[in-house]
């Protein structure tokens, strides 16, 4: 270890990261070939060193290994979307909720304002809310005074 100080390690270590990064990596060398009409068609690629086809990889996950969720092979989350998507856990709320609580809010005010700069959101939002008591709820004069005012 006579002539290896610190110095002398850094600067070898230097030098083969230098060798390591002296090309550069070309999308083409990790995102599959554009196929018929410019789409992508594998995205990225997935090494199958098995070469077993997909449906087999699915098979094991699921039905011989028995781990559906917490698993380590993309099949399993593949698997957890499709049943997420069949349950209906991140649907959006139904319009009876949304008007109850996000649209009577202070918030959605805010939203609307932001998104539409320069218009009338008061009068977009009574609109919106009147149809929802109207078409949803069946009342016939859906509108207050204060959401016929905004009109005005």
Not at 19 to 41: C, D, H, M, Y
Not at 44 to 67: D, E, Y
Not at 85 to 90: C, E, I, L, R
Not at 126 to 143: I, S, W
Request: glycine share 8%; aromatic share 16%; proline share 6%.
């Amino acid at each position: 270890t006579g002539n290896l100080s610190a110095p002398r390690v850094f600067a070898i270590v230097a030098v083969m990261a230098a060798r390591v990064l002296s090309r550069n990596i070309k999308p083409q060398e990790f995102i599959s070939s554009l196929g018929a009409g410019g789409a992508i068609t594998g995205g990225l690629s997935f090494p199958n060193l098995r070469r077993a086809p997909f449906w087999k990889f699915f098979w094991t996950q699921n039905f011989v290994a028995r781990q559906h969720v917490f698993s380590l092979h993309h099949t399993g989350m593949i698997t957890a979307c499709v049943f997420f998507w069949w349950w209906g856990a991140f649907d959006t709320a139904p319009i009876e909720r949304r008007d109850q609580y996000y649209m009577n809010g202070p918030r959605f005010r805010m939203h609307s304002a932001y998104a539409n700069p320069g218009r009338r959101p008061a009068a977009k939002i009574a609109l919106e809310q009147g149809k929802v008591r109207y078409l949803f709820r069946g009342n016939d004069h859906p509108f207050t005074v204060n959401e016929q005012k905004d009109f005005l």
